[in-house]
């Protein structure tokens, strides 16, 4: 356990144990909640969420193409019950179908947009641990969410759940349309299960080197984190947690795009700088690119990966070694957690309470009213 133990922190720690645990649960919830029909039925795919679920759903829309060979979407709540073309909506088959994401079930947002997308002959998948939300009665389906409860902190544990639960839907889709074998398909789950030791082992080394990192970068005004492809989206969800965690201002942007945006930020010796590439990602070269000239501008930076410094061309960087799988669609699973490491630790050094504690300037969202008391608007 860490010298810096904290709520956040601890959610990190039990990890590995809660990806045995739901696994057991959800690998034949994931193998039952649609029928045969319905699965080949899926001529296309739109994920929807909002916050960490929105995440999620960016961290397995390419398993989801890839193993299904069904085109995938990521679309805002926001998007989808707004803007969404309406004639692109309930088409052949009832489709396309619509994976909505929310543990709680209860955001206001993510409520109109299903029920938008049912209006309209949409097929509605609502993943989820509270069926008699908003989300759960105007789903068709539901793949139950049982998260057990922990110490309250921004979402780690139920962040895993969810990207856990979409892996496994994604595997047993293309598992169902013959895209590969049922050994194949097992393969894949194994290398998910294959994690939960892989991180147990590294978290004591990965705890020491988040909470050195935190101790030089709390102070910093700004971070930067970077990602592509698989990666992106826990680089997405690392400036997440800062905001949560710490309050102070974070950036999120994708590994080709930080050479045509962030790459010209001034004061750089002060913003804390995490790569997220690992070694098997298709963006690699680029990523190596992008460590070398961070070094350029001075940037303090940390590199997370599978691999080590030898695979960036020997450039100076704290790397923090993540589990190495052995198929990228599963990278996501346990990639995020130095993210929250550091964010948990920086919030702990400099004071900070999760959410400002919804206090004051910030008491309007006390229990999630933020996004929950929201007028709900169908067309």
Not at 95 to 114: D, F, K, Y
Request: with cysteine; proline share 4%; glycine share 8%.
């Amino acid at each position: 356990m860490s010298k810096y133990s904290n709520p956040m922190s601890r959610q990190v720690e039990s990890l590995p144990e809660l990806i045995r645990s739901q696994y057991e649960d959800l690998e034949p919830k994931a193998r039952t909640v649609l029928s045969f029909q319905e699965i080949f039925n899926i001529q296309r795919i739109v994920l929807t969420g909002c916050g960490d679920s929105y995440a999620a759903a960016m961290a397995t829309k390419h398993a989801f193409e890839m193993l299904t060979g069904i085109p995938t979407e990521v679309v805002t709540a926001l998007e989808l019950g707004r803007f969404y073309c309406k004639k692109h909506l309930g088409i052949d088959c009832r489709n396309p179908l619509v994976i909505a994401v929310s543990n709680s079930g209860t955001g206001a947002r993510v409520a109109e947009a299903v029920e938008r997308a049912r209006k309209h002959g949409c097929f509605v998948l609502g993943v989820t641990g509270n069926p008699e939300s908003l989300l759960g009665v105007n789903s068709d389906k539901i793949l139950k969410l049982d998260i057990p409860s922990f110490e309250s902190a921004p979402g780690t544990r139920s962040y895993m759940v969810s990207v856990l639960s979409l892996l496994l839907l994604a595997i047993r889709f293309g598992e169902v349309r013959l895209k590969y074998t049922m050994d194949q398909a097992m393969a894949y789950r194994e290398d998910i299960k294959r994690q939960a030791d892989a991180l147990e082992s590294l978290l004591p080394g990965m705890e020491d080197t988040c909470a050195s990192v935190a101790e030089q970068w709390k102070d910093f005004p700004c971070y930067d984190f970077i990602g592509a492809g698989f990666d992106y989206a826990t680089a997405w969800f690392g400036q997440a947690k800062i905001l949560e965690a710490t309050g102070k201002f974070a950036m999120h942007i994708n590994t080709e795009e930080w050479f045509h945006l962030n790459f010209f930020a001034r004061d750089a010796r002060e913003m804390g700088t995490v790569v997220v590439a690992n070694t098997t990602n298709p963006a690699h070269s680029r990523s190596r690119e992008l460590v070398k000239y961070a070094n350029v501008l001075h940037r303090p930076l940390v590199v997370i990966t599978d691999g080590d410094k030898e695979d960036f061309g020997g450039e100076e960087a704290v790397y923090i070694k993540v589990p190495k799988t052995e198929y990228p669609i599963t990278m996501p699973l346990t990639h995020f957690a130095p993210v929250c490491l550091i964010a948990s630790y920086i919030s702990e050094l400099i004071g900070e309470k999760y959410g400002r504690g919804c206090e004051g300037d910030w008491s309007f969202a006390q229990g999630g009213a933020g996004v929950t008391n929201s007028e709900i608007i169908v067309d």
